[in-house]
């Protein structure tokens, strides 16, 4: 079993910034692959991902603004969010593989918005 806790939404001006954090329940460094999904009306999408061992995968549309990283002695794992676009605005979800299984957090919502 994973639970994930997301923090760090909130409502931000076009071309400023946010921190999304992902707490686990367990060590990440065993958690097979860790990533943020986004959920906008009518549209869902992978933002970025971490797999074990391997490179950041992210969005085409978040290539050079988003970075996704993690903290293994916190357990956390971050997306860091600048020059934010009003198109960014939706429900941030952490998402986990972990044993084969997949386990979501419960999401918080970025508002991107003058």
């Known amino acids: 079993q994973v639970q994930l806790v997301e923090s760090g939404g909130g409502l931000v001006q076009p071309g400023g910034s946010l921190r999304l954090s992902c707490a686990a329940s367990?060590?990440?460094?065993?958690?097979?692959?860790m990533g943020w999904y986004r959920q906008a009306p009518g549209k869902r999408e992978l933002v970025a991902d971490l797999i074990l061992g391997g490179p950041p995968n992210y969005a085409d549309s978040v290539k050079g603004r988003f970075t996704i990283s993690r903290d293994s002695a916190k357990n956390t794992v971050y997306l860091q969010m600048n020059s934010l676009k009003p198109e960014d605005t939706a429900v941030y979800y952490c998402?986990?593989?972990?044993?084969?299984?997949?386990?979501w957090g419960q999401g918080t919502q970025v508002t991107v918005s003058l």
């Open positions: 998402h986990a593989i972990h044993q084969l299984k997949g386990y």
């Open positions: 367990r060590s990440i460094s065993s958690i097979y692959a």
